[in-house]
């Protein structure tokens, strides 16, 4: 990862670095232990994040049962948090993004723009992490940062190990297991 594009890198540092930190500050009495920044399958970047106290809500209203948990717990998708702050700070960025897709028009250079914002909106992330916006020290020990592929795919889990070195990722690793099966 180091074949990125600086105005994607810019575009997704910004605008999730004010979504995360307007989500922090909007839930402050919350625990968050997850951020993550996804791009769907039309290349759009929108933010999400956990916090436990989010997780055991969910829990209880979807009645969801004990071998589902963990799926939940590291689900982007299926956070109250998805997409948080989209309108904001990502939406003003859509005019740029919709032209760089339009000139993505054929399949070898729509992977390659797929590539370019993964590896931009990863480089996003830790330039955010470097910053402070998901703790520092101790505290983010017990947060896992990363950028996904929705629907996910392999490739997250090798993001989600770069990004993260110690800490919680060793449990986010072992529950997602699963992931390294995919594209084989």
């Known amino acids: 990862m180091n074949n990125y594009d600086e105005t994607l890198v810019e575009i997704f540092e910004t605008a999730a670095g004010k979504a995360f930190t307007s989500l922090i500050n909007a839930h402050g009495e919350e625990h968050f232990y997850y951020f993550a920044l996804l791009i769907d399958e039309c290349l759009r970047p929108y933010v999400s994040a956990w916090s436990y106290e989010a997780l055991e809500k969910f829990y209880k209203e979807n009645e969801v049962d004990d071998e589902e948990k963990d799926w939940y717990k590291w689900s982007g998708v299926e956070s109250p ?3 948080y702050g989209w309108d904001e700070y990502f ?4 005019h740029l993004l919709y032209e760089r897709e339009q000139a993505a028009d054929d399949e070898d250079t729509f992977c390659r723009e797929c590539e370019l914002r993964m590896d931009a909106a990863e480089e996003a992330m830790r330039r955010l992490d470097a910053k402070g916006i998901f703790g520092t020290g101790g505290a983010r020990e017990g947060v896992v940062i990363t950028v996904e592929c929705v629907p996910p795919e392999r ?9 993260n070195k110690t800490g919680l990722i060793e449990e986010f690793l072992e529950e997602n297991t699963d992931l390294l099966e995919e594209d084989e």
């Open 81 to 83: 948090y998805e997409a």
């Open 155 to 163: 490739s997250n889990y090798d993001r989600v190990a770069r990004l």
């Open 91 to 94: 939406a003003g960025y859509t």
